[in-house]
């Protein structure tokens, strides 16, 4: 029986992702391009159908080229020099944004988050984000949590039933996994209020700390209604997704979903929208939101004062020493500018050498005069 081509190289890419560690899930994406590639070499070892679409070429063309040959000649030079830069810092991510032709012609600006595999086959994932349709994406986003919270109903993470006296009746072996602390009083007839007063005196809700009876009554309240859906944050760190619903006799049926990795994914989204991945300082969109929150908070004697700091000479550095010496600089300012700005200050990269340093002031200019001579004596 001849072996289908197209099985043959999926086949191929399903053992060189399980053979190099990478996380499945990370292919299965709707929202993001995601492409991985030989450390070493350079040659394409996987591809997910996004990428295959926006290059219009197949897995089979794709595991047979190199990424350099998916980019313009400059974008390829870049990339390389960045992996190398990686490489070399023993870094596992770098972030950057970078703009190609699709299949269809469009120029795409994208976001890139570029992932290092170390081990016995080094690897580099990344994960490309279309920044030309970012809204779009992120009402698909919200699309698709929502349709999540949904399906929570049906899946057997942790499994509770209440009767309509609210007594356990039966849950399963996840279920008291995810709440070591208060299984021992998970017995059948055992009350729900009487489980959560368990874990309380464990101190299984990090957020009932010093507020316990505030917390059990919001909890039971939620419970008591007849469809609800609750984040919990639990002392070991984890985060779970609470759906509960009515039952036609009266009692409650609940599922519990771990939701920690999803928390982690949203900060750092958040991070990344309002942070520089490089200096850790604001970018763009953070010091316009910080100068907008700043300038509604001054009193009727303060301004804003906007101190522009542009590095001497930076691209020589990046020219003489290469980009992980330019890096290395940039973090470097950074430091010093967080260390010498006061509290009640903000500073940013505003983008390639120039940072920003937002203050208050009162009558006089001398606080903004005395923070620049210093600087610029640095």
């Known amino acids: 029986m001849e072996t289908d081509p197209a099985e043959a190289a999926n086949f191929r890419m399903m053992v060189d992702i399980e053979d190099r560690q990478i996380a499945l899930p990370v292919f299965q994406s709707p929202l993001l391009d995601v492409l991985a590639w030989d450390a070493k070499s350079g040659v394409i070892v996987a591809a997910n159908s996004r990428v295959q679409k926006s290059t219009g070429r197949s897995l089979r063309q794709l595991i047979k080229m190199k990424v350099y040959d998916l980019l313009p000649k400059d974008g390829a030079t870049r990339l390389y020099r960045l992996l190398?830069?990686?490489?070399?810092?023993?870094?596992?991510?770098?972030?950057?944004?970078?703009?190609?032709?699709?299949?269809?012609g469009?120029?795409?600006?994208?976001?890139?988050?570029?992932?290092?595999?170390s081990g016995t086959r080094p690897t580099f994932v990344a994960t490309i984000q279309n920044m030309s349709g970012f809204d779009a994406a992120r009402t698909a986003a919200t699309r698709a949590e929502s349709i999540l919270a949904t399906s929570l109903e049906a899946l057997p993470d942790g499994f509770v039933l209440y009767d309509d006296q609210d007594r356990l009746v039966i849950c399963n072996d996840r279920y008291r996994e995810?709440?070591?602390?208060?299984?021992?009083?998970?017995?059948?007839?055992?009350?729900?209020?009487?489980?959560?007063e368990y874990g309380l005196e464990q101190g299984q809700y990090v957020d009932a700390i010093g507020r316990e009876a505030d917390w059990l009554h919001a909890r039971l309240s939620a419970h008591r209604r007849l469809n609800s859906t609750v984040?919990?944050?639990?002392?070991?760190?984890?985060?779970?997704?609470?759906v509960e619903r009515s039952t036609r006799d009266g009692g409650r049926v609940g599922l519990r979903m771990d939701i920690t990795e999803l928390k982690r994914n949203q900060r750092m989204l958040e991070q990344a929208a309002f942070c520089d991945s490089l200096t850790g300082l604001m970018n763009r969109r953070g010091l316009m939101d910080t100068l907008d929150v700043l300038q509604a908070s001054l009193a009727p004697n303060e301004r804003i004062a906007i101190l522009h700091f542009d590095l001497d000479k930076f691209k020589s550095v990046n020219d003489a020493q290469g980009h992980a010496?330019?890096?290395?600089?940039?973090?470097?300012?950074?430091?010093?500018?967080?260390?010498?700005?006061?509290?009640?200050?903000?500073?940013?990269r505003a983008g390639g050498d120039e940072f920003i340093a937002l203050m208050t002031l009162g009558p006089t200019d001398d606080d903004a005069l005395r923070l620049a001579q210093d600087l610029v004596l640095r």
């Open 178 to 196: 995810i709440y070591p602390e208060s299984a021992p009083a998970m017995v059948k007839g055992a009350s729900f209020k009487e489980i959560l």
């Open 106 to 117: 469009t120029w795409r600006s994208s976001r890139i988050h570029l992932h290092y595999l």
């Open 231 to 242: 984040e919990q944050r639990l002392s070991s760190g984890k985060w779970l997704r609470i």
């Open 84 to 104: 190398v830069a990686v490489r070399r810092r023993l870094s596992r991510q770098a972030v950057f944004r970078a703009e190609y032709r699709d299949a269809a």
């Open 325 to 348: 010496a330019g890096d290395f600089v940039l973090q470097h300012c950074a430091d010093i500018l967080r260390e010498h700005v006061s509290d009640d200050s903000m500073v940013a």
